[in-house]
């Protein structure tokens, strides 16, 4: 490398010692001292989390976990119907990350293409101009003119005797090539940094992705297996779900509230006397039997007692599903 080249590298240390002085740590005591100054380190060269930590961000997500997700996005639901639903939802939202995440990392590597060029550039020119302090040649100005701006006349003379001899006019060039050297290294630093980082959202996103798959695999089956269409499903999950409600009520406050009575008011009769039996069975199990709360919730533990009897085709609880939506029911996944 020659020592033009490292004059104009010394231009981005410049601009990185002046961000350190502000951040400086000559004040504190020695230990903190020495603590800071590992972490100006990591600013001045300008590492990421991924550069740090690499093993445990292979392992650990920035993301909810798997199992997170698996218990709270997908537990509180009561059909397979629902949880495939929500795995769905949960990977196309996944994918469209996924997607902006390759995209903005495309452009981060065109951005950074760029830039290059352009330090390529400005590095040449300011190489240039140290070969003749105070000189600005034709050659120097058909480089700069695109950067810097010339009175016309005195772009028309250097055109015309091919260089003019002027400190102020190569100082005010030099000064701009200088600051156009610290712009674009700065730009370059911070689409890195965030390239780096973008590249871990990307694989921490498609490894989510892979489990929505897994899931959608696992949820598909289950589907199938129940033998429901989806809006049977519909009728045994909110029967599930105003039970489980009232089972929470009825262990923390010793009664069903009443929004939860007039949601459950507006289903049609069948479905709303079977949630009213299961909400007597629960309510004499806490209340007079006192089922303890750190029991099993009662109806996960026994199920047969609140859940919804299919009554005949499209039948459940003596309700045709088709006739009360006044719409054929759709029924592809399932086994009938």
Avoid at 16 to 29: A, R
Avoid at 197 to 211: G, T
Avoid at 232 to 249: G, L, R
Wanted: proline residues 3%; hydrophobic residues 35%; charged residues 30%.
């Amino acid at each position: 490398m020659t020592e033009k080249q490292n004059t104009a590298i010394a231009i981005r240390e410049e601009l990185d010692n002046k961000i350190l002085t502000v951040l400086g740590s000559e004040k504190f005591p020695l230990e903190i001292r020495s603590k800071i100054d590992k972490v100006l380190d990591i600013v001045k060269n300008n590492k990421t989390m991924v550069d740090l930590y690499p093993n445990e961000l292979a392992e650990i997500p920035m993301s909810s976990s798997c199992f997170q997700d698996t218990c709270v996005q997908y537990g509180e639901h009561f059909t397979p119907h629902r949880r495939l639903r929500q795995a769905l939802l949960e990977m196309q939202n996944r994918l469209e990350g996924l997607d902006a995440a390759k995209n903005g990392q495309k452009k981060s590597y065109v951005k950074m293409m760029k830039i290059e060029g352009e330090l390529k550039i400005f590095e040449r020119i300011y190489n240039k101009l140290l070969d003749s302090p105070d000189i600005i040649t034709k050659d120097i100005y058909i480089m700069v003119s695109s950067y810097v701006d010339i009175d016309n006349n005195i772009a028309a003379y250097i055109l015309k005797e091919g260089l003019i001899k002027s400190k102020d006019l190569y100082d005010v060039i030099m000064s701009k090539i200088k600051v156009k050297i610290g712009f674009s290294y700065n730009k370059y630093e911070e689409t890195k940094r965030n390239s780096k980082s973008n590249e871990h959202m990307v694989k921490d996103s498609a490894i989510k992705v892979a489990q929505q798959q897994e899931l959608v695999n696992k949820f598909n089956k289950e589907v199938e297996d129940s033998g429901l269409s989806f809006e049977e499903s519909e009728v045994y999950y909110y029967i599930m779900f105003f039970t489980s409600e009232a089972y929470k009520q009825l262990q923390t406050m010793g009664r069903v509230d009443t929004g939860t009575y007039g949601v459950i008011s507006q289903t049609p009769t069948p479905i709303r006397l079977k949630i009213l039996s299961n909400i007597e069975i629960l309510r004499k199990k806490v209340l007079e039997e006192k089922y303890s709360m750190t029991a099993e919730y009662i109806w996960k533990e026994h199920p047969e007692l609140f859940l919804p009897k299919k009554t005949g085709d499209n039948e459940i609880e003596g309700m045709n599903v088709s006739e009360f939506l006044s719409l054929e029911d759709i029924k592809i996944l399932s086994k009938t």
